[in-house]
């Protein structure tokens, strides 16, 4: 029998703007059935990423263009309801890039079975692309050595907050930007850092100098614009800078000017390198199974903020640009 589900809808591209309601469309349609070799799912939660903004205005150019109408792109973790001899049983719970739908028909590629001890939620988070981020980023990127500081910026995020407990397995010292007491009190009590910095309080380079007084070794930069500028200011001979993200800027309509302190590099025989983690997806499955270990051993905790209701997608992606999400922003359906 067709299945009828919601689905929400490109409807307008964000260029130098916030995301507004007018953005999204919200559709019903009737899906056909699952012809041989595929399979009905159901959504049971969605995963939110500032990048998806990006993907909305069009300017990434490592996915596919979206158009007006297409289902919004996103992560979700779906349960098979029927499978027409799919490569997934009904039952079986999957994750990948399934898009804001609450029931779609798929063939299963690209479909990664939840197979976890961890709560499913896992797979979006610290397991999902979250965290992987977090683990290339720091260490292929920015190779961090036992004793080196590593400061990061949006250090309360999903993946700020994985970065800076992975700096402490590799016996660094960890330093987090964020913005509020609250979220930094949290940086400090309960995600690991050994030292916050409240963006929000103004004088950021002076709190970095005072909280890294032999210079920096390691960025992991989340923000860019003038975060990133104090923290080049205060690198070590010799640091990598890791550009992951640079969320300041995703709502205006330009890409950033270079930061002013980028000479810096050069007094200090620094490097900066950005990186986009899909590059090293044939890992993925080796580096889930480094970070769940990590967590059973209970080095790495890790944080979700799980908002309710499929109608509430669209102000639960708006939640990361106003810093309302404290560690993985998810969503249940
Ligand atoms: N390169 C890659 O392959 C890759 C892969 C995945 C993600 N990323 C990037 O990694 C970054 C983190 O992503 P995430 O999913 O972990 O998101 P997230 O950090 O959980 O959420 C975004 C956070 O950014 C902060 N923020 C928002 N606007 C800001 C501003 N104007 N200035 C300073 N901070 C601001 C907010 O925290 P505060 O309350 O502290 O402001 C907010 O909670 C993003 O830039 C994302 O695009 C890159």
């Given at each position: 029998m067709p299945t009828t589900t919601r689905q929400w809808l490109l409807n307008g591209h964000p260029r130098g703007r916030g995301i507004e309601d007018g953005d999204f469309k919200l559709a019903e349609i009737e899906l056909s059935d699952?012809?041989?070799?595929?399979?009905?799912?159901?959504?049971r939660y969605l995963g939110f990423d500032p990048a998806q903004k990006g993907w909305m205005e069009n300017i990434a150019d490592y996915v596919a263009p979206m158009e007006i109408g297409d289902v919004m792109r996103g992560s979700g973790i779906c349960e098979v309801i029927e499978s027409n001899g799919g490569r997934f049983q009904k039952g079986d719970w999957v994750f990948g890039t399934t898009g804001w739908t609450e029931h779609l028909v798929h063939d299963g590629r690209d479909l990664t079975k939840v197979e976890t001890d961890l709560p499913p939620t896992a797979v979006l988070s610290v397991l999902g692309t979250t965290g992987v981020t977090a683990y290339c980023?720091?260490?292929?990127?920015?190779?961090?050595?036992a004793g080196d500081t590593v400061l990061v910026s949006g250090a309360a995020g999903a993946t700020g907050s994985v970065v800076g407990q992975l700096a402490n397995i590799a016996g660094c010292r960890a330093v987090g930007i964020a913005g509020g007491p609250e979220k930094c009190k949290w940086l400090v009590e309960e995600a690991g850092y050994d030292a916050a910095i409240d963006y929000k309080a103004g004088g950021v380079r002076e709190q970095i100098k005072?909280?890294?007084?032999?210079?920096?070794?390691?960025?992991?930069?989340?923000?860019?614009g003038s975060i990133l500028d104090d923290m080049l200011a205060c690198i070590a001979t010799g640091a990598r800078v890791v550009i992951c993200?640079?969320?300041?800027?995703?709502?205006?309509?330009?890409?950033?000017?270079?930061?002013q302190n980028y000479f810096n590099l050069v007094f200090r025989r620094g490097s900066m390198a950005g990186f986009i983690v899909l590059d090293w997806?044939?890992?993925?499955?080796?580096?889930?199974?480094?970070?769940?270990?990590?967590?059973?051993?209970?080095?790495?905790?890790?944080?979700?903020?799980i908002q309710q209701g499929f109608e509430n997608a669209p102000e639960t992606l708006k939640r990361l640009f106003s810093g309302k999400n404290k560690g993985k922003q998810l969503l249940q359906l």
């Open positions: 699952p012809k041989e070799g595929e399979m009905l799912l159901a959504t980023g720091l260490f292929k990127v920015g190779k961090p050595v005072e909280h890294c007084p032999r210079g920096v070794d390691v960025i992991f930069d989340n923000v860019g993200g640079g969320i300041s800027r995703y709502e205006t309509g330009n890409l950033p000017a270079g930061p997806a044939s890992e993925f499955p080796l580096i889930r199974k480094r970070l769940e270990g990590f967590v059973n051993d209970g080095s790495l905790n890790y944080q979700e903020d």
